[in-house]
């Protein structure tokens, strides 16, 4: 038992004393320490106490990419509260660079009896990825729901912000602005999200602006969703003589505003940037961001909702739940100015 007692401790990242507080049932313990005693408990494969299987229905693996990028420990949060209020334990599971991939947390998560996972933003969303490993997956009777990157190929509930909603409302307040050369930067083609709010881009640059498609692609520019690819899209934007830019993340926002910046531009006199995600990040922005918000709360209850029925054996639809996002303005945009409002004449 000591052994076991140490074992836990270290996972959890606690006292010994408090881990036999916990499997004693004492009081004393707060309910997030109860809460990692019991995960620890899960992931190292020990059998819970009787007084502890009451408290929890099963694990649940919850699988993001990396963490720097704040939307995504955002919806960790709400997801594991939900778990958590719902009588399951969440196990957070992250990917970084050089280190476990998706499949191998897949394969850790199975291993130790998980009873259903959650998918945020992962590969089902490169639309040029193997999506055998999902059908294969459910083929060993996992329940699994995905977040943001929609495929027919996979036979799962999913849950999305509507970009090309999110396009559209963006583009629009541009255009009231008084802009006419709107640039978009995203991030690679391959991801379905991007591939949508290309999509949407384009549309709403045809039906508000005298553009044709071509010429609504040209203004679009794909790199990383990071601060620095930002910068670098809204470099080759700003060549192209557009007075705002769209960005497919608010850290991509942030490198924009940068670029805007290194050329001497004031944002938003000289330049307007529009964010995407309406993260915490946000309360460190300098004008403060006109961003998309993702409905982070709702998306979070109905993917876990979702999965909780698969769990329980009425499957939710195998389909796409879509969420509209919401345009929050704020001081980063404003109407196009005289210095930066000499638009070329489209060709």
């Not at 229905?57 to 993001?64: D, E, K, R, S």
């Not at 919806?75 to 990917?95: D, F, H, K, M």
């Not at 559209?168 to 391959?190: D, F, K, T």
């Given at each position: ?7 836990i401790?270290?996972?959890a ?29 899960d ?8 007084r ?22 955002a ?11 719902r ?26 009896g ?13 639309s ?28 799962a ?33 391959r ?9 949407g881009f384009?549309?709403?640059?045809r ?5 044709t ?15 620095e ?18 960005c ?6 942030f ?44 998306m ?10 698969e ?12 969420f ?11 109407a ?6 000499r ?5």
């Amino acid at each position: 038992m000591n052994a076991r007692l140490s074992d836990i401790a270290a996972q959890a990242g606690v006292s010994e004393a408090t881990v036999s507080r916990v499997l004693n049932g004492k009081a004393g313990v707060s309910a997030a320490t109860r809460q990692a005693v019991v995960a620890a408990m899960d992931v190292l494969g020990y059998e819970r106490p009787p007084r502890l299987r009451e408290r929890s229905a099963g694990l649940v693996g919850l699988i993001t990419p990396e963490l720097s990028n704040p939307i995504f420990p955002a919806l960790a949060q709400v997801i594991e509260q939900v778990l958590t209020s719902r009588g399951y334990t969440p196990v957070l599971c992250t990917q970084t660079p050089g280190g476990s991939t998706e499949d191998q947390l897949t394969e850790l998560l199975v291993e130790r009896g998980v009873t259903g996972i959650i998918f945020v933003s992962g590969l089902h969303a490169d639309s040029t990825a193997d999506m055998d490993r999902y059908v294969k997956l459910s083929g060993r009777g996992v329940p699994f729901v995905m977040i943001n990157g929609y495929t027919e190929k996979v036979s799962a509930p999913f849950v999305s912000t509507d970009d090309r909603a999110a396009m559209r409302l963006a583009v629009s307040h541009l255009v009231e602005l008084g802009h006419e050369r709107i640039g978009l930067a995203v991030g690679p083609r391959r991801f379905v999200p991007v591939l949508r709010k290309v999509e949407g881009f384009v549309q709403q640059m045809r039906t508000a602006l005298p553009y044709t498609a071509e010429q609504a692609e040209e203004l679009v520019q794909h790199s990383l969703f990071t601060v620095e690819g930002g910068q670098a899209a809204a470099t080759a934007l700003l060549d192209k003589e557009c007075t705002a830019i769209v960005c497919a993340s608010d850290l991509m926002a942030f490198g924009a505003v940068r670029a805007a910046r290194h050329r001497g531009l004031a944002v938003p006199a000289d330049i307007s940037v529009v964010g995407f995600d309406d993260s915490p990040l946000i309360v460190f922005a300098d004008p403060p961001l006109t961003t998309l918000r993702q409905p982070v709360e709702a998306m979070g209850q109905a993917a876990v909702n979702a999965l909780l029925e698969e769990i329980g054996g009425t499957p939710a639809p195998h389909a796409e739940f879509v969420f509209l996002p919401e345009l929050v303005v704020r001081g980063s945009t404003a109407a196009r100015t005289a210095s930066r409002g000499r638009s070329r004449k489209l060709s």
